[in-house]
T-cell receptor
């Protein structure tokens, strides 16, 4: 079993819909990261969080340490949000430790 | 800041040749990571450095792979000899130890070994 599990693997939505991507992990962590990767493109770090909730524009990330679960929400989705969203955890101190990645969720937002 | 800079962006080489990938981290970041991404295995850590010292190289596939960080502003990942199964996208990332600053990834090097 992977240490980091994401669901769903694939998600198709209509523009404007509210989107939720889930991430569960099975190990003790120091931080959880949400990353975005456009097709053929680089990787952008969206959030790093160790507790509570963070918001950036239309993106919201939450984490429940007791349940070992995190969610990434996208409000008012747009076709430009189409990308692979990757959950990753770090087990060492702060961000200065290697990441263990989920398999990613491919999001397609249709106009 | 220009971000994490990787070169080359694309590399096509013949099996058996030596390949060198380069990375310039963000100035002031003290940790540097090399990751590999393939369709089959997703993203995997190869090696990471802290203050220019290799900390964990357990992800380096075999002796054909080597990485160096001679100073805080430069790192290389070398494959010698290269094999078709090394074809992947190689990402370099850097991070800052203090302040809870997350990762910054480079644009990646797409390596094709024919």
């Amino acid at each position: 079993k992977n240490e980091v599990e994401q669901s769903p693997q694939n998600l198709t939505a209509q523009e404007g819909e509210f989107i939720t991507i889930n991430c569960s992990y099975s190990v003790g962590i120091s931080a959880l990261h949400w990353l975005q990767q456009h097709p053929g493109g680089g990787i952008v770090s969206l959030f790093m969080l160790s507790s509570g909730k963070k918001k950036h524009g239309r993106l919201i990330a939450t984490i429940n340490i007791q349940e070992k679960h995190s969610s990434l929400h996208i409000t008012a989705s747009h076709p430009r949000d189409s990308a692979v969203y990757i959950c990753a955890v770090s087990k060492g101190g702060g961000s200065n430790y290697k990441l263990t990645f989920g398999k990613g969720t491919l999001l397609t937002v249709n106009p | 800041d220009a971000g994490v800079i990787q070169s080359p962006r694309h590399e096509v080489t013949e099996m058996g040749q030596e390949v060198t990938l380069r990375c310039k981290p963000i100035s002031g970041h003290n940790s540097l990571f090399w990751y590999r991404q393939t369709m089959m295995r997703g993203l995997e850590l190869l090696i990471y450095f802290n203050n220019n010292v290799p900390i964990d190289d357990s992800g380096m596939p075999e002796d054909r792979f080597s990485a160096k960080m001679p100073n805080a502003s430069f790192s290389t990942l070398k494959i010698q000899p290269s094999e078709p199964r090394d074809s992947a996208v190689y990402f370099c990332a850097s991070s800052l130890e203090e302040g809870g600053i997350g990762y910054t990834f480079g644009s990646g090097t797409r390596l094709t070994v024919v």
